[in-house]
């Protein structure tokens, strides 16, 4: 685990957005002076866990991280279910608040297609976007699509048994740093996510349980499979697309594949997996700084 990152500082400021819809976007204001930076999250994680990666950056950009809805603190709208259309939607608020045509979007998994959805929905938006192993399958055999919906499937099953609710914090910080694939996240990044993806319980004044609920959890990873994939050929802005290394052959190959869709070069980081944004937020930072800024 990387721990030479600063430890997390609750210093920032929270921007609130009313949607048509009846979702509240909640966005992470980390301050810096330069282009806007806009980071967005992947399934099951929130606006804070970029933290870590800001304070590397906001020497040089100002940076700021959405919470997508059922995510963090952004609410899902009564009787709604999550869609990429409503992800985008999100990023759009986010984006659209900070001024369009020169935000620069970074992207991680599920974020980096919640960008590309953002951007197809109001094209201009975006100056750039950097996308780490996005959640947009594109250029499949149908074997591979079997393959993704063997996947997805194992996801759902997963999130829908994930541990929603701890004694404490503190319980909560020790079962996720003894288990892959959070115990590879640096000190800071994982201090983020149960500081701030977990809300306090009413029938007991120590107990936590998870924002991003399991069930929600779920629904997405099930979308993944059943949706369309954004139309990444549409999108004019410049596009980095980004890889992991060390990250499942399923994962480095969608990433690939994405890139030759494109007709660009992937970034590949070296030593790290899927979860590079939070399991070394030096490296990361130092790809976006090279790639965006």
Partial sequence: METDAAAVSPVCSVVRLDSPD?????????????????????????????????????????CVAVDLRGHGDTTVATGSQISWQGLGDDVLAAANYFGTGEVIGVGHSLGGAALATAELAAPGTFKRLYLYEPAIPVGMSDEERQSLARVSDHMVRVAGRRRARFASRHHALANYVAKPPMAYFQA????????????????????????CTPQIEA??????????????????????????????????SAAQRLAAELAIAPVTLAGVGHFAPMESPKL??????????
């Fill in 22 to 62: 009846g979702t509240t976007t909640v966005v992470h204001d980390f301050g810096g002076e330069g282009p806007v930076l806009l980071f967005v999250h992947a399934t099951g994680l929130h606006g804070w866990v970029w933290k870590p990666v800001a304070d590397l950056l906001v020497d040089r950009a100002h």
């Fill in 284 to 293: 990361f930072a130092a790809s976006v700084a090279t790639h965006c800024l």
């Fill in 219 to 252: 629904s997405i990873y099930d979308a993944v499979v059943h949706a369309p994939a954004p139309s990444v050929n549409d999108i004019s802005c410049p596009i980095t697309v980004a890889t992991g290394a060390d990250s499942d052959t399923f994962e480095h």
């Fill in 188 to 211: 800071a990044a994982l201090d983020a996510y149960v500081s701030y993806g977990f809300s306090d319980v009413d029938d007991d004044p120590e107990a936590v349980q998870l924002k």
